[in-house]
């Protein structure tokens, strides 16, 4: 009997553990909040997630929640994986908290499609860039009264010429995400890469 309390208890410790695990996962796991890895909602449809869009053309400054954001150009890699091509975003964000916040590709950028639908800044395409595009810093926080200027990927269908490219100015909470910032992109804003951005592959 008391082998059995004591498994019965080790058993409750072990799911409690287990809980506790999943919920510190829920605080901070953008994939839990992120709608493209939910095909049933966008980020439109999901109470408090982009109630407040700011919409501002490429090269205009959008200042929300103490954050600078400008979309400076998009940029054509010219690379086509999987009938997927390598879009590259130019971004310039200033962090005008007395604060150091953390800002990620995944959590913080998006693409809406004209039909509703929305894809998230994929992973293959910031290998890409680690690997050929010269220069490349990946985003990961901005410093109090720092800048971060640089590039999100997206993988977009090679049919693709009309998009938004969206953005979270989530600041001081990295789960903020009820303003976000949106820029209309046309085939006549996308630009090729310029010579010597991308190093060809081997």
Request: glycine share 6%.
């Amino acid at each position: 009997m008391k082998k059995m309390k004591i498994a019965a208890l080790l058993m409750a410790a072990l799911i409690a553990a287990v809980s506790a695990a999943g919920c510190n996962k829920h605080k901070k796991d953008p994939a839990i909040s992120n709608s493209t890895n939910n095909p049933n909602k966008t980020y439109s449809e999901i109470e408090g997630v982009a109630e407040i869009e700011h919409n501002v053309s490429m090269n205009e400054d959008a200042d929300v929640n103490n954050t600078q954001y400008k979309l400076n150009r998009v940029i054509d890699s010219g690379v086509v994986k999987d009938g997927k091509k390598f879009i590259y975003a130019d971004i310039t964000i200033k962090n005008t908290s007395d604060v150091e916040y953390e800002i990620t590709a995944i959590n913080n950028f998006y693409v809406s499609l004209p039909d509703g639908s929305e894809i998230a800044s994929q992973p293959n395409t910031q290998v890409y860039a680690i690997n050929h595009l010269n220069g490349y810093e990946k985003i990961s926080s901005v410093g109090a009264g720092e800048e971060f200027n640089g590039y999100i990927g997206f993988a977009l269908d090679t049919s693709v010429t009309d998009f938004t490219i969206c953005f979270f100015p989530t600041g001081k909470d990295y789960n903020d995400k009820k303003d976000v910032v949106r820029t209309e992109i046309s085939a006549a804003d996308v630009i090729p890469a310029p010579e010597g951005m991308f190093t060809p592959e081997e």
